[in-house]
């Protein structure tokens, strides 16, 4: 039995994760492949693969692994392995770490400060040479919504309450309560939060009922002049939507780190807009070092027969 690292990584990168890999998972036989043809293991190496861990793997590759058992994501998000019809069907794990979580709910918390302290109306009358105080409300004045309450929701929204925030979390189904944090699910919930999120924070799996969700009637319900922080998947946001929007003033300033296109191309119309903040998919990148450890204490739990961490439902990507 071996281990696969299947990712679509330059050279530099694949080294890093292969070390972390190979620290984390010692004795284990580990190889790496990028997915090129050219240089792919020979047939019988790879009819001996009975775990793959997988970034951004080509598709159709994991189908040539015959033995395979356990595909284990070294990414929160698995929207691009899903996509591949050739996915063999075997336990799916996505990545659940602490340190990602946690990496995200400070990015979180640092653009919603940011908002809430209205940064971008300040940088705007710079620009003007304007000295115009204003108004500024309280910290539990401000209402902040957050969609998705998995990992990386809940650890954003219970920072936020700790800082101060009025913050209430939705979810696709019922979760468990988390202190500070009112909680809603189901559609009349998400219509709620909307209704009440004066900055609006999407941390949602990309999944065929979640694309799309962030257009003109999400928007529409929102209270004039709301902030967007879209740190989930970019297809969650219907980009002309989205423009409609900035310019009718519904949404006051937008704040994306993730898009349809990485990177975004530099002719994109959103780098020239004044009420847009764009980030490179940077508000919780991917330690190798304590994803690697991650992923080799779910590799021990399926070993021993328990249940997995960050187990996928096919049926509705998470």
């Known amino acids: 039995m071996s281990i696969l690292f299947l990712a679509d990584l330059d050279t530099e990168e694949l080294g890093r994760w292969a070390d972390a890999l190979r620290a984390s998972l010692p004795g284990e036989a580990i190889l790496t492949w990028t997915g090129d043809a050219a240089s792919a293991p020979a047939t019988e190496v790879l009819a001996g693969v009975t775990v793959a861990i997988v970034a951004n793997p080509p598709p159709g590759r994991l189908a040539r692994l015959p033995a395979l058992r356990l595909v284990q994501s070294a990414w929160a998000g698995v929207d691009g392995l899903l996509a ?5 069907p075997v336990p799916l794990a996505r990545l659940v770490d602490p340190q990602l979580a946690a990496d995200m709910a400070e990015a979180v918390l640092g653009h919603v400060m940011a908002l809430h302290r209205q940064m971008p109306a300040y940088r705007a009358q710079q620009a003007r040479g304007a000295w115009q105080p204003l108004a500024q409300p309280r910290m539990a004045e401000r209402r902040v ?138 508000a919780a990148p991917t330690d190798p070092h304590s994803a690697a450890r991650a992923i080799a204490a779910n590799i021990a739990r399926w070993r021993a027969g328990e249940p997995l961490v960050g187990l996928v439902d096919r049926s509705t990507g998470y």
Do not use: C, K
């Not at 591949?84 to 063999?88: E, S």
């Not at 879209?230 to 519904?250: C, E, I, M």
């Open 145 to 282: 919504g957050v969609l998705g309450m998995g990992e990386m929701g809940r650890a954003s929204a219970a920072l936020l309450a700790r800082t101060g925030f009025d913050v209430i979390g939705w979810s696709r189904r019922p979760r468990a309560p988390l202190p500070g944090v009112a909680m809603a699910s189901g559609a009349q919930g998400l219509a709620n939060v909307l209704g009440a999120a004066q900055i609006l924070v999407n941390l949602l799996p990309l999944t065929a009922q979640t694309h799309g969700l962030l257009g003109a009637g999400a928007f529409a319900r929102m209270p004039r002049g709301a902030g967007l922080v879209n740190a989930g998947r970019g297809g969650h946001v219907v980009v002309p939507d989205l423009l409609a929007a900035l310019d009718a003033g519904q949404i006051g300033h937008a704040v994306l780190d993730v898009f349809t296109t990485e990177p975004l191309p530099a002719s994109d119309p959103l780098w020239r807009r004044d009420d847009v903040t764009i980030t490179p998919h940077v």
């Open 84 to 88: 591949d019809p050739a996915l063999p």
